[in-house]
Nanobody, 122 residues
Framework: VQLQAFGGGLVQPGASLRLSCAAS????????MGWFRQAPGKEREFVAA??????DYAHSVKGRFAISRDNAKDTVYLQMNSLEPEDTAVYFC??????????????????WGQGTQVTVSS
């Protein structure tokens, strides 16, 4: 499985971005797809996850971000609204076959995309 994340960029506070994560090599159906992010000097942190229509979000992004997937296209999306400077990070998509209860644990994800930079600055 190969994952490719794209859609990052430089935006002003309050703006929106949509990240995409395209998978190749194996269908995403039935697996957990997650988004994580890592800011400079900080550990990688959970952002959002989805499986079979069920979603979960980190408290810091709940209500602003939305994760979705298109199984037919083997693509997962992260719609990010009302972006804040604190959202600045490299964003990674990842795939896990573990149980849903492990969705926020980055160690339970086997496949990772290369990351896409999101910078929120005025």
């Amino acid at each position: 499985v190969q994952l490719q994340a794209f859609g990052g960029g430089l935006v002003q506070p309050g703006a929106s971005l949509r990240l995409s994560c395209a998978a190749s090599g194996r269908t995403l159906s039935g697996s957990i797809m997650g988004w994580f992010r890592q800011a400079p000097g900080k550990e990688r942190e959970f952002v959002a996850a989805i499986r079979s229509g069920v979603t979960d979000y980190a408290h810091s992004v709940k209500g602003r971000f939305a994760i979705s997937r298109d199984n037919a296209k083997d693509t997962v999306y992260l719609q990010m609204n009302s972006l804040e400077p604190e959202d600045t990070a490299v964003y990674f998509c990842a795939r896990s076959t573990f149980i849903w209860g492990a969705r926020q644990d980055s160690n339970r994800y086997h496949y990772w995309g290369q990351g896409t930079q999101v910078t929120v600055s005025s």
